[in-house]
């Protein structure tokens, strides 16, 4: 897990270096300037956790779905901001189904090394303790794992079998992510985020025509930089 939150971050950054030289190159050679432009910028943890889906698909039941990450935030308008977020995620399907008369489960949980850039709409002012937003963007991901775990739920034992670096997704997924939630001024530069947001994929992610698909509740710590 080290490693991919040390590549998120290299990768999140290099994806700003554009925008961070045009903001230096606006503001004026004085030390004030020069701290207002930084302020624009805040960079922090993410986490979420919610419920994953496949499109197409009959039977299925709650699959727990979380990521964690890091994300970069530009916000030089009062009411704009654009965001870059890189996280490990969760996604998958949970089904319930009948084989010769026995009762099985089936989850299938692959990993995702997800990029979701962001557009922002705050509501309020700047300085307001509480700012509620709205939010939407591209999210494109990458398969780094798969697991499957199966379950014979007839009988009274622990039937669990696993099979791990399953091929049953494709290796790369994009979609759509929007949302909304509130940010929470906690201190000066620093602002603890809560948001809900419905991703929706518009590929095929396996071989029967399936589209990941999940909702969340999301947390983030920002601080300024």
Do not use: C
């Amino acid at each position: 897990m080290k490693k991919y939150l040390i590549l998120m971050a290299g990768v999140i950054m290099s994806s700003f270096t554009a925008n961070a030289q045009s903001a230096n190159s606006v503001a004026s050679g004085n030390v004030l300037s020069k701290t207002r432009g930084a302020q624009y910028f805040s960079l922090g943890p993410v986490a979420g956790f919610g419920h994953s889906w496949l499109s197409n698909m009959d039977g299925q039941k709650f699959k727990p779905s979380g990521y964690l990450g890091i994300s970069l935030m530009y916000s030089r308008m009062e009411h704009w901001g654009f965001s870059d977020e890189l996280v490990v995620s969760h996604e998958g399907y949970s089904l319930d189904y009948v084989r010769a008369g026995r009762l099985y489960n089936t989850k299938v949980d692959p990993v995702y090394l997800r990029m979701t850039p962001k557009a922002y709409y705050f509501f309020g002012q700047y300085g307001n303790t509480v700012r509620p937003k709205i939010f939407l963007g591209p999210s494109i991901a990458v398969k780094i794992a798969e697991d499957q775990y199966t379950n014979d739920n007839t009988v009274h034992y622990d039937g669990t079998t696993v099979m791990t670096n399953s091929d049953l997704f494709h290796t790369v997924d994009l979609g759509v992510e929007g949302g909304a939630g509130v940010n929470i001024k906690m201190a000066r530069h620093i602002w603890f985020n809560v948001d809900a947001s419905y991703y929706q994929g518009v590929l095929y992610v396996t071989d029967m025509d399936n589209m990941n698909q999940n909702v969340k509740l999301n947390l983030g710590l920002m601080f300024g930089l």
